[in-house]
């Protein structure tokens, strides 16, 4: 019973980090994005811009939670929470700290994989559900590339459990070797396009291409409805940077204490920027070249890596 | 060993109880502070001002599903893999044994390209 509560405990606090998260993350993002562009971004409120994301969150709180006659209500509502709730669950078992994983369990490398991979279906409930053109589209479309790149995700980190011989974060960074670094290096680069792709940003956000499709599946959500999407997205970044840097630069590298855990976030940290320097740089892809990168690209990319590492392992 | 594996599931649901009890929270405060005042115009599907033309549930063309069909069966190769994965350090024959196994697979993913699976049509 004492699982429950403390499932629920860190379920709770996975929310209040992904709000935190996307609080600081969407003033930082807006300022690099500025950076990127020659702009300033924010730069009214607080020091620096700091209170605009909250003025944001609060003028969306505010706003008229409108669900438009034709939408499929039921649907309609339930789908946010599909969306949010894989993204939140993913974070609970990334090894944060020497000997601390929230949730530690002998399959969290692939309930990492598969669990966000459940969002998939909120999306397309909630451009199916809103029964609009742009927002049906969208959803379909999002379907098509989450299942695409789930793959090449999946399979990019499989290398790091066969060379650990476990699929428990902790033991992962438990038997962590400097030289896994080069050697996993393929399955890095896939595993941070395929994120990127998972989470929809810039160069795979074609579901919710603003300039064909509106919001896309988001299209006919307002309010803090589409809050939640937002925050949903925010969260995947968190877990996938957050990941990243766990199985394949080592996480806290075996620091006991604070000093682990601030290594450990600031390397999820430097991939979160790349992410965002990615987003902010590239134009968006064609829905044949997403689909042809997925499949002719990464996934052999992949299998590549996956081969190399079966050769080394034999050895050791 | 039983007890341990019912109190992870359990903190799974949890977890799960709780990320979707944070939402219905917020959701709750936003239903408490925002305005209410539908009008027939706002009810409408988001358009560029125009009444919608047709009904989106209509059949939609969906690309690659041949796509669909590959991506379940890898998915159950990756499945698989995942099961062994944590046993094969140091383990040659093993590591043979699954590389036929991921080479068929591959030579599968090889002839759906051939066959024009992956193409955009």
Same mark, same amino acid.
């Given at each position: 019973?004492?699982g429950?509560?403390w499932?629920a405990?860190?379920?709770?606090?996975?929310g209040?980090?992904i709000?935190l998260?996307?609080?600081?993350?969407?003033?930082?993002e807006?300022?690099?994005?500025?950076?990127? /562009?020659?702009?300033y971004?924010? /730069?009214?409120?607080?020091?620096?811009?700091l209170l605009q994301t909250?003025?944001? +969150?609060?003028?969306?709180?505010?706003?008229?939670d409108?669900t438009?006659?034709?939408?499929?209500v039921?649907?309609?509502?339930?789908?946010?929470?599909?969306?949010?709730?894989?993204a939140?669950?993913?974070?609970?078992?990334?090894p944060?700290?020497y000997?601390f994983? &929230?949730?530690?369990?002998?399959?969290?490398?692939?309930?990492?994989?598969?669990?966000?991979?459940?969002?998939?279906?909120?999306?397309?409930l909630?451009?199916?559900?809103?029964?609009n +053109?742009?927002?049906?589209?969208?959803?379909?479309?999002?379907?098509a590339?989450?299942?695409?790149?789930?793959l090449?995700?999946t399979?990019?980190?499989?290398p790091?459990?066969?060379?650990?011989g476990s699929?428990? &974060?902790?033991?992962i960074m438990?038997a962590? /070797?400097?030289w896994?670094?080069?050697?996993t290096?393929?399955?890095?680069?896939?595993y941070f396009i395929?994120?990127?792709?998972?989470i929809n940003?810039?160069?795979?956000?074609l579901p919710e291409a603003?300039?064909?499709?509106v919001?896309?599946?988001f299209?006919?959500?307002s309010?803090?409805?589409?809050?939640?999407f937002?925050?949903?997205e925010?969260g995947?970044?968190v877990a996938?940077?957050?990941?990243?840097a766990? *199985?394949f630069?080592?996480?806290?590298?075996?620091?006991?204490g604070?000093?682990?855990?601030i290594?450990f976030?600031?390397?999820a940290?430097?991939i979160?920027?790349?992410?965002?320097?990615v987003?902010w740089?590239?134009?968006?892809?064609?829905p044949? /070249?997403?689909?042809? +990168?997925?499949?002719?690209v990464l +996934?052999?990319?992949?299998l590549?890596?996956? *081969?190399? *590492?079966?050769?080394?392992i034999s050895?050791? | 060993m039983?007890?341990?594996?019912?109190?992870?599931v359990?903190s799974?649901?949890?977890?799960a109880?709780?990320?979707?009890?944070?939402?219905?929270i917020?959701?709750?405060?936003?239903?408490?502070?925002?305005p209410?005042n539908?009008t027939p115009e706002?009810?409408?599907?988001y358009e560029c001002g125009?009444?919608?033309a047709?009904?989106?549930?209509?059949?939609?063309?969906?690309?690659?599903?041949g796509?669909?069909?590959?991506?379940v069966i890898?998915?159950?190769?990756?499945a698989?893999l995942?099961a062994v994965?944590g046993?094969?350090?140091?383990f040659p024959?093993?590591?043979?044994a699954?590389?036929v196994f991921v080479g068929?697979l591959?030579l599968?993913l090889?002839y759906a390209?051939r066959k024009?699976?992956?193409?955009?049509?």
């Amino acid at each position: 019973m004492s699982g429950l509560i403390w499932g629920a405990i860190y379920g709770l606090a996975a929310g209040m980090v992904i709000s935190l998260a996307a609080f600081i993350g969407v003033w930082g993002e807006r300022k690099i994005a500025g950076r990127i /562009q020659l702009r300033y971004g924010p /730069q009214e409120l607080g020091p620096f811009g700091l209170l605009q994301t909250g003025a944001d +969150t609060l003028k969306l709180l505010l706003k008229e939670d409108i669900t438009p006659a034709a939408v499929d209500v039921r649907i309609f509502r339930v789908a946010p929470l599909i969306v949010f709730a894989p993204a939140a669950m993913s974070l609970a078992v990334i090894p944060y700290a020497y000997g601390f994983a &929230p949730i530690d369990t002998g399959v969290g490398v692939l309930f990492f994989v598969a669990v966000p991979a459940i969002s998939v279906v909120g999306v397309l409930l909630a451009g199916w559900s809103s029964r609009n +053109t742009y927002a049906t589209l969208g959803g379909l479309r999002a379907a098509a590339q989450m299942i695409s790149y789930e793959l090449p995700r999946t399979l990019s980190v499989l290398p790091v459990v066969l060379l650990a011989g476990s699929m428990r &974060p902790l033991d992962i960074m438990d038997a962590w /070797q400097w030289w896994w670094i080069p050697l996993t290096f393929i399955g890095f680069i896939v595993y941070f396009i395929a994120s990127l792709a998972e989470i929809n940003r810039v160069p795979f956000d074609l579901p919710e291409a603003e300039a064909e499709l509106v919001a896309g599946p988001f299209a006919d959500y307002s309010g803090i409805r589409w809050a939640i999407f937002a925050m949903a997205e925010y969260g995947g970044l968190v877990a996938a940077s957050l990941f990243g840097a766990a *199985v394949f630069f080592g996480g806290y590298l075996g620091v006991p204490g604070a000093l682990g855990v601030i290594v450990f976030v600031l390397k999820a940290l430097v991939i979160a920027l790349l992410m965002l320097w990615v987003s902010w740089t590239f134009p968006r892809m064609r829905p044949d /070249q997403l689909m042809a +990168t997925a499949w002719k690209v990464l +996934t052999p990319m992949a299998l590549i890596q996956l *081969v190399l *590492v079966g050769a080394v392992i034999s050895w050791l | 060993m039983e007890g341990a594996y019912a109190d992870s599931v359990l903190s799974v649901i949890g977890l799960a109880l709780a990320a979707v009890a944070f939402i219905l929270i917020v959701f709750l405060l936003s239903a408490v502070v925002s305005p209410r005042n539908p009008t027939p115009e706002k009810l409408e599907p988001y358009e560029c001002g125009m009444p919608p033309a047709g009904v989106p549930w209509a059949a939609v063309r969906v690309r690659f599903t041949g796509l669909a069909l590959l991506l379940v069966i890898f998915d159950a190769e990756a499945a698989m893999l995942f099961a062994v994965a944590g046993g094969l350090r140091g383990f040659p024959a093993g590591v043979i044994a699954v590389g036929v196994f991921v080479g068929l697979l591959t030579l599968g993913l090889l002839y759906a390209w051939r066959k024009g699976i992956l193409e955009w049509r």
